[in-house]
């Protein structure tokens, strides 16, 4: 059909009609192709941001003696999550609609030893040009009623293509080990109650959140004194040495 079409337009026999049923074709085998190669462009997007945070991890290694990232994990959202949130959100399944409006159908999860660690990235990503914050959710500054915590944020990174550059989004979020155990354990917790949870592990959960934080505000605390301690250690083993 799309043949007859376009032998009818070369040899000038075309209607209006047979024009805007061509422009429609034309218009449905785009989107369908664009719809084909999304979840390429969302994978390479993570591949990307992924060579980026191991390059970081390694010189923040070199620098510092000790990398502030423990572990990454990434995903790709499911076709019938991202048709449920747009639902939630009130739009039709389109594309453009998916490209606008969600933001996390490639996402990444950095883990790190130490809540300054978290901002010290955060910072860092600011003032890269690869990468380009779009949004800041900061759930540890201030946490969600059931005590989740998390830095969450939406940044976009390019992809050099034959067509040219195209930034994609990926959802990046950051958490202490102490606040992904405690978001791990609740995942599960909601998971076997079918997220029908009694009040009295709700308010469980609560008190382990707050746990998990006053135990991150310690180890920072200890490790901030250690660092004070083998400061002042290296000062005495400098000290000039005066002969009599």
């Keep these: 059909m799309k043949e007859e079409s376009n032998h009818q337009l070369v040899t000038g026999s075309v209607s209006l009609k047979d024009l805007q049923k061509l422009d429609i074709e034309n218009n449905l085998l785009n989107q369908f192709n664009e719809w084909k190669k999304l979840p390429m462009l969302y994978q390479l997007a993570l591949e990307e941001l992924q060579n980026k945070i191991k390059l970081i991890k390694t010189e923040l290694k070199l620098q510092d003696g000790y990398s502030p990232i423990e572990h990454i994990k990434v995903r790709i959202k499911e076709p019938k999550s991202i048709i449920n949130k747009l ?132 180890m920072l605390r200890l490790r901030e004194e250690i660092l004070a301690q083998a400061g002042e250690y290296v000062a005495e083993e400098l000290q000039p040495i005066h002969e009599d």
């Design 87 to 218: 639902e939630r959100k009130g739009f039709d399944f389109t594309l453009d609609n998916v490209l606008t409006h969600i933001h996390d159908i490639a996402g990444m999860r950095i883990v790190c030893a130490f809540v300054q660690d978290i901002y010290r990235l955060l910072d860092h990503f600011a003032h890269r040009d690869d990468i380009r914050i779009i949004e800041i959710k900061d759930y540890i500054a201030k946490p969600k009623p059931n005590g989740y915590q998390s830095l969450h944020v939406i940044v976009a990174v390019p992809l050099i293509l034959f067509e040219g550059t195209r930034w994609m989004k990926v959802e990046i979020q950051m958490r202490t080990l102490a606040m992904d155990f405690w978001a791990s354990m609740e995942h599960i917790i909601y998971y076997k109650y079918d997220k029908r949870v009694p009040n009295h592990v709700v308010g469980e959960l609560k008190e382990a959140a707050e746990a998990a934080d006053k135990l991150d505000h310690q």
